[in-house]
């Protein structure tokens, strides 16, 4: 750019600037007055605004809160949770207020330096959050797709994520212009200043490449993750639930031979578990063949047997717990689009915004067009915390959060019941056995004393 189209696009910004002042009628520009388009309705944005940074704030200070009381960042998934708390803490209490005031107020009175700095404070948080999303997404592929491999180091993840972040919006100081209206018109115009994008950058190829690189490929990238992840959690759940409905269907033979070899084997098996001692073995084998006493003992061996064999079989097939892992995994996919959801709008509008002219017939909409779709945008700091807060609550902290609302506590009871049966019959823990095992070993124990009886 040369400098006659340098001094030419000056002299329109400061004209464009003083067009408008004159249409609001002001007398001193060293205050701040509202744009003209928002000026009946800017009250409530300001609520807004207000709404969801107190919310935000206090909703993530107290995720941070549990996370450390609880030392949940142990685990590198918390942790990284954490980093997403933070970044919505500093959009809430630094980002959030700048905008809105750039937004609402005509003239500029914050400096040199925030005009430069604005860009990069309003986008980088968003930024660094999209990142540790992804790697978030990443961790969760490598633990339970590729389980032998280690996982990501949580704290050099999050260091990395945000020099990543800083760097990429770097480029920003080049494309802003300032000008100082109090060294060019005088002191009535002392702290005034125009902040505007120098559009013959070509700017528009800079947010575009943004939007891609940041948005668009982090959230395809996430979404195969979790598909990928989501498909490997119903294998392991159907092969879990084939392993522990095969074993009682093997015992329900009638043949002595069936019975005796099934013996055998739940014998070898308790015999190869930790638990079993050599010398009460060699003193109570002799009888486990004929007295009902030894019936009795064997029926004890079989039980314990039962139990050693599904934790063996689970621990080897189901290092993990699949039902937590799928609570994780839903309230992750529901915050990543939550937060894909709030900012959408924003960054399409942003895209948009330099093929469309601007005059006076669509000033008042586009304004409020924008300021609302950054509203929209900022509460997705308000969403992570409270999915957050269900996904750690308890089912009797939500029963009682329920009825401060006034929802029927006794459908969800009877409902909740149904449920938690449902999964006692057809799941079992690393720490327990389901019903249909311990029916199981109640009629070979009866099957057993009855043999030893006859014997």
């Given at each position: 750019m040369t400098s006659d189209e340098s001094e030419q696009n000056y002299l329109h910004h400061v004209l464009s600037w003083l067009e408008t002042a004159n249409k609001s009628g002001r007398l001193s520009f060293t205050e701040p007055f509202v744009r003209p388009s928002l000026n009946y309705v800017y009250p409530l944005f300001v609520l807004l605004f207000a709404t969801v940074g107190?919310?935000?704030v206090a909703g993530n200070a107290a995720m941070v809160f549990v996370i450390t009381r609880r030392r949940l960042f142990h685990d590198q998934?918390?942790?990284?949770?954490?980093?997403?708390?933070?970044?919505?803490?500093i959009k809430c209490i630094f980002a959030m207020?700048?905008?809105?005031?750039?937004?609402?107020?005509?003239?500029?009175?914050?400096?040199?330096?925030?005009?430069?700095f604005l860009p990069m404070l309003q986008t980088f948080p968003v930024y660094a959050s999209f990142l540790t999303f992804l790697v978030i997404a990443?961790?969760?592929?490598?633990?339970?797709?590729?389980?032998f491999k280690s996982r990501l180091p949580a704290g050099l993840c999050v260091i990395?994520?945000?020099?990543?972040?800083?760097c990429t919006v770097l480029p920003y100081a080049i494309y802003i212009k300032y000008i100082d209206l109090g060294a060019t018109l005088g002191y009535d115009f002392e702290g005034v200043g125009i902040c505007y994008v120098a559009m013959e950058v070509r700017i528009e190829e800079y947010i575009r490449a943004l939007f891609v690189t940041l948005y668009v490929m982090p959230l395809a990238v996430i979404a195969f993750l979790y598909v990928r992840i989501s498909a490997e959690l119903k294998s392991r759940e159907a092969t879990t639930i084939s392993i522990h409905f095969a074993a009682p269907n093997s015992h329900r033979s009638g043949s002595t031979a069936a019975t005796a070899a099934a013996r055998e084997l739940i014998d070898h098996a308790y015999k190869a578990s930790s638990a079993w001692p050599p010398a009460a073995a060699a003193a109570t084998s002799p009888r486990l063949e004929g007295s009902p006493g030894g019936a009795s003992r064997d029926s004890a061996v079989r039980i314990r047997s039962y139990a050693a064999t599904e934790r063996s079989t689970q621990d080897s097939d189901d290092d993990l717990d699949l039902a937590k892992e799928k609570r994780t995994q839903n309230y992750l996919i529901t915050m990543t689009t939550v937060?894909?959801?709030c900012w959408c709008p924003i960054n399409?509008?942003?895209?948009?915004?330099?093929?469309v002219h601007e005059n006076d017939t669509n000033e008042e909409s586009y304004d409020i067009t924008y300021i609302t779709f950054c509203w929209f945008a900022y509460l997705s700091t308000c969403t992570t915390p409270v999915l957050f807060a269900s996904w750690r609550m308890s089912n009797a902290a939500k029963d009682r959060l329920r009825g401060y609302f006034r929802?029927?506590?006794r459908r969800h009871n009877h409902n909740g019941g149904q449920r938690r049966h449902f999964h006692q019959k057809h799941y079992m823990n690393r720490s327990s056995c389901c019903n249909i095992f311990e029916e199981q070993m109640i009629m070979d124990r009866r099957s057993i004393s009855h043999e030893g009886d006859n014997v």
């Open positions: 107190v919310i935000g998934t918390f942790f990284l949770m954490g980093n997403l708390a933070l970044s919505n803490i207020p700048i905008t809105v005031a750039n937004l609402l107020i005509q003239n500029w009175l914050f400096g040199s330096f925030i005009c430069f990443i961790d969760r592929y490598r633990l339970i797709v590729h389980p990395a994520v945000w020099v990543a972040a800083v937060f894909a959801m399409i509008l942003i895209l948009v915004a330099y093929f929802f029927s506590n």
